[in-house]
């Protein structure tokens, strides 16, 4: 079993049993996007408590399937466990930073360890939006003169990976 299969059958097993058995069959017929919205829907439904780390990986499930966009207002709508967490969904992305070129970085998800930030990199379209997809991840470390670590737009496991590493490596001037 994929670690993404293994990380969506255990995220279903929150929900109650028939809806979890939908989520999984939507897994099983290749409907990633649709499973996406029924596990994001019966979390909000339920009030199912999870944790910002639970939280954080269904948004980047959600990225890597083309879904963050859509389902970002629910995500953060999950009912929180109230427990410490190592990651957090930056929620008000409205604070975007610029990057090389035309691109915008976009705040994503927070290390709470140690304040390094995981940013989705976006061209600035001719119409003065962002790009839908992002065209890279990039870590950027708390300290300014550290130089953030760039993952490619199909690494989006790996940055958020990187992120929940020990602070030290991904942190450290690379």
Same mark, same amino acid.
């Given at each position: 079993?994929?670690?993404? !299969?293994?990380?969506?059958?255990?995220?279903?097993?929150? #929900?109650?049993? !028939? %809806?979890? !058995?939908?989520?999984?069959?939507?897994?099983?017929?290749?409907?990633? =996007?649709?499973?996406?919205? $029924? $596990? /994001?829907?019966?979390?909000?439904?339920? *009030?199912?408590?999870?944790?910002?780390?639970? *939280?954080?990986?269904?948004?980047?499930?959600? =990225?890597? @399937?083309?879904?963050?966009?859509?389902?970002?207002?629910?995500?953060?709508?999950? *009912?929180?466990?109230?427990?410490?967490?190592?990651v957090r969904l930056i929620?008000?992305?409205?604070?975007?930073? !610029?990057?090389?070129?035309?691109? /915008?970085? /976009?705040?994503?998800?927070?290390?709470?360890?140690?304040?390094?930030?995981?940013?989705?990199?976006?061209?600035? %379209?001719? @119409?003065?939006?962002?790009?839908?997809?992002?065209?890279?991840?990039?870590?950027?470390?708390?300290?300014?003169?550290?130089?953030? *670590?760039?993952?490619?737009?199909?690494?989006?496991?790996?940055?958020?990976?990187? #992120?929940?590493?020990?602070?030290?490596?991904?942190?450290?001037?690379?």
């Open positions: 079993m994929t670690e993404e !299969a293994a990380v969506w059958k255990r995220l279903a097993a929150l #929900l109650p049993e !028939a %809806e979890a !058995a939908r989520v999984g069959d939507c897994w099983s017929l290749g409907e990633q =996007e649709a499973g996406l919205g $029924l $596990l /994001v829907d019966g979390l909000v439904a339920h *009030r199912v408590p999870i944790g910002e780390a639970e *939280r954080a990986r269904i948004s980047v499930l959600a =990225e890597g @399937w083309g879904e963050r966009e859509a389902l970002a207002p629910r995500i953060l709508r999950c *009912r929180g466990d109230g427990a410490p967490s190592p929620e008000d992305s409205g604070d975007v930073g !610029a990057a090389d070129g035309a691109d /915008v970085l /976009v705040p994503w998800i927070v290390c709470e360890r140690c304040g390094c930030v995981l940013a989705r990199t976006h061209t600035r %379209e001719p @119409w003065g939006g962002l790009s839908f997809l992002a065209e890279s991840y990039v870590l950027v470390p708390p300290a300014r003169d550290a130089t953030p *670590r760039v993952c490619p737009a199909d690494a989006v496991d790996e940055a958020f990976a990187a #992120l929940q590493a020990p602070c030290a490596e991904h942190t450290a001037d690379r």
